[in-house]
């Protein structure tokens, strides 16, 4: 019986294994970066045979493909010895895996079934998380025989903030963030029982009350930035003054000029740890100007000057940051500027671009749109605009930071960015071509 409900929602054009080691490495993927991507490897390929089209075929991949050549012959001349080779496993895997996850995304039903499973594979990010700091929970924890290892800080990772399974707090306020739209989308499912609204209700009261404790200032944006996105257009004319007003004093506590009366009235409503993480003014009071951000991208843009065709090399911002200033950072902390140091402004031009476009596609396609309720299933169309808005969420995260360097939201962003190829093309009108769509990806799709 669990095989068969297991089995349940198969996309036409997925295949039947696939699709079982599919949901299995969904729900293991924030628990084991190796396990989940054995599982969704062994997807991945079988998700990329028998296609009747092949991976160049299909338009969406062009950029993709140009980016990955010009990424090649750009570790040829890098800078930074053999760690270009190493980095392009950040990307050309996943490049494939774009394309290759597809199949088990085509349907409005199995995009919310997997949407379910990250939701579910959530839960033991958020005990440990919430044992780590109220209970002092510490690992190394073992599960099945070594395979499973889970690296528990006492009191968070960095003191006091919840990180949960993840190294550190500000990555799994990135994944909570990621996963947020998607427990909204199941508590606001029509036609729940009782009992499993209820635990869709408790499951989103845990997510929240971790991602708050995570004092991640992108992830707090992220959970408030999904509320509107997945209650949809037609509840904003109330929704978004109601926002607005209780957000108020949280802006009045934050922003630099506000009277001092009103600021101090302000604070009094508002937790000092919230007001007080917010305000950017304090933290750079306390370090030096050249710690800051603000210090690298400046740096990365100088980099980028010198070397805008072809990069530096995957890394090169680790190594060539600390001769400039003095100061260690891994990355750049902003996305495309790491693109474009690593690999040039083309690539980063090109990669950015697929991401934007898939985006403002899909809104303009009427992924808000309540659509034909009778075929398409108003809890489908919750999901679909989840399926954004997890998608928005982690693009904004990676304007100030680099989540993806993490193998596991990196995963779950390629799978996204598929699932919203899917619903780009869920929409299309049914009088196009047959030959503008991938045949065996579209022809999946349901009317």
């Known amino acids: 019986m669990a095989v068969a409900w297991i089995a349940r929602h198969r996309p036409v054009a997925a ?21 989940a991507g054995l599982l969704l490897l062994t997807a991945l390929v079988l998700g990329s045979c028998q296609r009747a089209q092949p991976f160049w075929r299909d338009p969406w991949n062009w950029p993709l493909l140009i980016a990955a050549l010009l990424m090649l012959f750009g570790c040829v001349q890098a800078y930074s010895g053999a760690r270009p080779w190493v980095g392009l496993g950040n990307w050309l895997p996943f490049f494939w895996a774009f394309w290759g996850f597809q199949p088990y995304l085509v349907s409005d039903q199995a995009r919310r079934r997997c949407a379910l499973w990250l939701v579910a594979g959530t ?3 958020v005990i440990t998380g919430l044992g780590q700091l109220w209970w002092g929970w510490q690992g190394p924890w073992q599960v099945l025989g070594g395979l499973i290892v889970w690296f528990v800080a006492p009191g968070g990772e960095p003191q006091g903030r919840l990180s949960g399974l993840f190294d550190y707090a500000n990555i799994a306020g990135a994944w909570l963030a990621l996963v947020w739209p998607f427990c909204l989308a199941a508590l606001l499912q029509p036609a729940l029982n009782r009992l499993r609204r209820s635990m869709a209700l408790a499951v989103a009261i845990a997510v929240v009350a971790a991602l708050v404790l995570t004092d991640s200032r992108n992830a707090w ?21 109601l926002m607005a007003m209780a957000l ?4 009045l506590a934050v922003v630099p000029g506000t009277p001092s009366g009103l600021q101090q ?7 000092e740890g919230i007001w007080a993480r917010l305000n950017d003014m304090r933290y ?26 072809l990069g530096w090399g995957a890394a090169a911002f680790s190594v060539l940051y600390p001769l400039r200033t003095g100061r260690w950072h891994g990355h750049a902390h902003n996305l495309p500027l790491e693109l474009a140091v690593s690999h040039g402004l083309p690539v980063a031009l090109l990669v950015v671009g697929t991401v934007l476009a898939l985006l403002i596609t899909a809104l303009r396609r009427g992924v808000f749109n309540a659509g034909d309720l009778t075929n398409r299933g108003l809890s489908s169309t919750v999901f679909d605009r989840a399926w954004w808005a997890a998608s928005l969420i982690l693009v904004m995260m990676h304007a100030t930071d680099m989540p993806f360097f993490d193998s596991r939201l990196n995963i779950a962003g390629w799978i996204l960015l598929a699932g919203l190829r899917c619903i ?17 990806v579209g022809s999946a799709v349901p009317g």
């Open 221 to 241: 944006g992220g959970l408030i930035l999904a509320i509107p996105f997945v209650l949809g257009p037609a509840r904003w004319p109330w929704l978004l003054p």
């Open 123 to 125: 839960v033991p990010v």
């Open 15 to 35: 295949s039947p294994l696939g699709w079982v080691v599919f949901q299995f490495g969904l729900f293991l993927l924030p628990s084991s970066a190796l396990l």
């Open 284 to 309: 750079i009071q306390e370090r030096e100007l050249m710690s800051t951000r603000l210090s690298q991208w400046g740096v990365a843009l100088q980099l980028i000057d010198l070397r805008p065709w």
């Open 265 to 271: 009235w302000a604070r009094t409503l508002v937790p």
């Open 248 to 251: 108020m004093p949280v802006i």
């Open 424 to 440: 780009i093309f869920s929409q299309q009108p049914r009088q196009r071509s047959g030959s503008e769509l991938d045949d065996d």
